[in-house]
Structures are given as structure tokens and as C-alpha cells.
């Protein structure tokens, strides 16, 4: 029954670790897609629904990674 139990463990604690650095490379690249966002779009006047939308969309991966985080930090 032991062994059961510690592979379950295992498997939950791979997880976590998973889940803990799936919501940081999701930071990572909500930062990378703010960036060149930025970089690109402050040129182009015309658009900038795209501009906005492309950083709504940038702050809604950080903010998807840092839940991920925040459940995987919680759930330890």
C-alpha cells in the first residue's frame, strides 16, 4: 500500500513542478510578446486597436502563468 502512495506523491509533485514552470515560461512570454509589441506597434498610428489588444492579450498570458504559479505554490 506504501508504494502506491509514494507514487502518487511522486506523480502530484511532478505536477506542481510542471504546472510551477508551465506559468513561467507563460510570464516569460507575456513579457516577450509585451516587448515586441511595443517595439513594433508605437510606429504604426493607424492601428492601434492592435496595439491595445496585443497588449491585453501580452497581460493575459503573464497573468495565466502567474495563476498557474500562484495554484502550483499553494497546492506544495
Keep these: 500500500m506504501a508504494h502506491g502512495n509514494e507514487s502518487s506523491e511522486k506523480r502530484s509533485r511532478w505536477l506542481r513542478r510542471a504546472a510551477y ?3 513561467r515560461l507563460f ?3 507575456g ?3 509585451l516587448w515586441w ?3 513594433i506597434f508605437p510606429t504604426a498610428k493607424d492601428i492601434r486597436v492592435l496595439l491595445y489588444g496585443g497588449v491585453a492579450v501580452a497581460a493575459a498570458v503573464f497573468y ?3 495563476l ?3 495554484w502550483a505554490m499553494k497546492t506544495a
Aim: glycine residues 16%; without cysteine.
Design 21 to 23: 514552470w508551465g506559468g
Design 27 to 29: 510570464q516569460i512570454l
Design 31 to 33: 513579457l516577450l510578446l
Design 37 to 39: 509589441i511595443l517595439l
Design 64 to 66: 495565466l502563468g502567474w
Design 68 to 70: 498557474v504559479i500562484r
